[in-house]
């Protein structure tokens, strides 16, 4: 049976599986070796390919598709802050000898979101995962928009306090800074925001509450601007449901007062989307290979 390659990049665990239209027929989750530096990550991408691309139970991979962090054309990573990498070719992650495109992991996902889960019905969406860092995709009119050169998105590094906290992409104040999972859970000494939310000492009700007055505030922002219809919430952070988006909607609202906030809710696809959408990038390698 053909199938397809997809792997989603995170900051903290590459999801892989083999893929068939819309259908997960194998999945692996691995951790990426962000600590040990570019090379690293790109030499586990390249092992976990081989692995999902070798002979499984009668299904025959035709393509891979690869979603990751940061700045990506379909042919180059061209720079990731979380993983320090700079103009790395599509053909660095992988040995072997199938169709490979490179995607957004943000953007791919939103294209699943668009396929297959909440935002089938609606064309004017923001999706925001919020994990590891934090992004977002766009769809105008039932398309995603990529902007002028593919980059649109990059939500995580829009200011929201000016001369706030350092952020690892140079700039200070970002919105990543204060509300991605790992900044959460870095900024309690915890090893995850799932433990923050556990917590209700002072120290981690305040840095939840101001998680979620810099989402709302970059949200406001965006709404504005763009008048999304509705945001999804993915990534990590969506596991905490309504103790997430619950205040989030009442802090939009405060922050839209001559207009009605958009729809807020959590990603029906979950931590499946990414994969997905890694897996509609494969489906465009097989097009351009044709």
């Not at 999801?15 to 586990?44: H, M, Q």
């Not at 995962?129 to 902007?147: E, F, R």
């Not at 207009?259 to 990038?281: F, K, N």
Request: glycine share 12%; proline share 7%.
């Amino acid at each position: 049976m053909e199938c397809v390659v997809a792997v989603d990049v995170g900051g903290t665990f590459m999801k892989g599986g083999l893929v068939r239209d819309g259908a997960i027929l194998y999945a692996e989750r691995r951790p990426t070796p962000r600590a040990e530096g570019p090379a690293a990550v790109i030499a586990a991408i390249s092992a976990f390919v081989a692995d999902l691309a070798a002979p499984r139970g009668g299904l025959r991979p035709t393509a891979v598709g690869l979603a990751v962090p940061g700045l990506v054309t379909p042919t180059h990573a061209v720079f990731s802050a979380a993983f320090g990498w700079r103009d790395v070719p599509a053909a660095a992650f992988t040995d072997v000898s199938l169709p490979v495109v490179l995607g957004h992991d943000v953007r791919s996902a939103g294209a699943a979101e668009l396929a297959y889960g909440a935002a089938r019905a609606e064309p004017n969406v923001l999706y925001l995962p919020i994990g590891t860092g934090i992004a977002a995709a766009l769809a105008l009119d039932g398309a995603l928009y990529g902007g002028a050169a593919g980059w649109a998105g990059q939500i995580g590094h829009v200011p929201v306090h000016p001369d706030g906290l350092p952020c690892p992409c140079g700039q200070r104040g970002c919105l990543a800074a204060y509300a991605s999972a790992s900044s959460i859970a870095a900024r309690c000494g915890e090893s995850s925001a799932e433990a923050v939310l556990s917590r209700t000492d002072e120290v981690a009700r305040r840095v939840w509450d101001e998680a979620v007055e810099a989402l709302a505030l970059a949200l406001a922002t965006a709404t504005l601007l763009l008048d999304p219809a509705l945001v999804v919430i993915g990534g990590g952070l969506a596991q905490a449901g309504e103790a997430l988006v619950g205040p989030l909607r009442t802090r939009l609202a405060a922050r839209l007062a001559f207009r009605r906030p958009p729809r807020v809710q959590v990603s029906a696809l979950g931590p499946q989307a990414g994969l997905l959408g890694a897996a509609l990038l494969a489906a465009t390698a097989l097009d351009t290979s044709a």
